[in-house]
């Protein structure tokens, strides 16, 4: 199968490879990837900024949708032609991070959506929104749930409170969609430049 994969910091060594293509064990799919959406992590990880310890080659990007297309011994939560996102951090599924939860990232630690085909443990994906186009479904699992996460886990945000969000990226993009679908004020700054 083919992979972007990062060979060494820096964009010139981000190079489309020939790979075997994994078979699912227990628990795993094998999703055939159909949209992966870049963040900006993505690009910090490529200059060497965001984990400088990062083990190479490694394919790259952790946001993506695709068809679940084989299944390993004992996966049960989906089926084949389960059309599925992503998750961000592949083993912290709800609550409280515990231990080095947070730290296995698609495209980081373990191999990311850059390729024909991925293999996540069941746990870590989730159905994509049917609504929702293959473009559309791939940007949820970082940018998506961090504008959730923030004002409406932590924040408690319910209708007629006010909400400032700063600039017109990805995260601040869908914060304000949020916001405004539970009844917020929205004030949104940007600049010119």
């Not at 690009?43 to 299944?71: H, K, R, W």
């Amino acid at each position: 199968m083919k992979a972007w994969q990062l060979r060494g910091f820096g964009l010139d060594n981000l190079v489309l490879h020939d790979i075997p293509q994994p078979e699912p064990g227990p628990g795993e799919a094998l999703i055939r990837i159909s949209s992966v959406a870049l963040n900006f992590r993505d690009s910090l990880l490529c200059d060497g900024l965001y984990n400088p310890q990062l083990l190479f080659p490694m394919t790259q990007a952790a946001d993506a949708v695709g068809e679940i297309v084989a299944l390993g011994p004992g996966t049960t939560r989906f089926q084949a032609g389960d059309r599925v996102v992503t998750s961000y951090c592949t083993t912290w599924i709800d609550g409280r991070p515990t231990g080095n939860d947070s730290h296995y990232t698609l495209g980081n630690v373990i191999p990311g959506a850059l390729a024909e085909y991925l293999i996540l443990s069941e746990q870590a994906l989730a159905l994509a929104p049917a609504y929702l186009t293959n473009d559309e479904a791939a940007t949820i699992p970082c940018a998506a749930l961090t504008a959730w996460y923030s004002p409406v886990e932590k924040g408690g945000l319910i209708a007629g409170q006010t909400v400032l969000i700063q600039g017109t990226g990805g995260v601040s993009l869908f914060g304000l969609q949020i916001a405004a679908a539970l009844g917020a004020i929205v004030i949104a700054t940007s600049s010119s430049v």
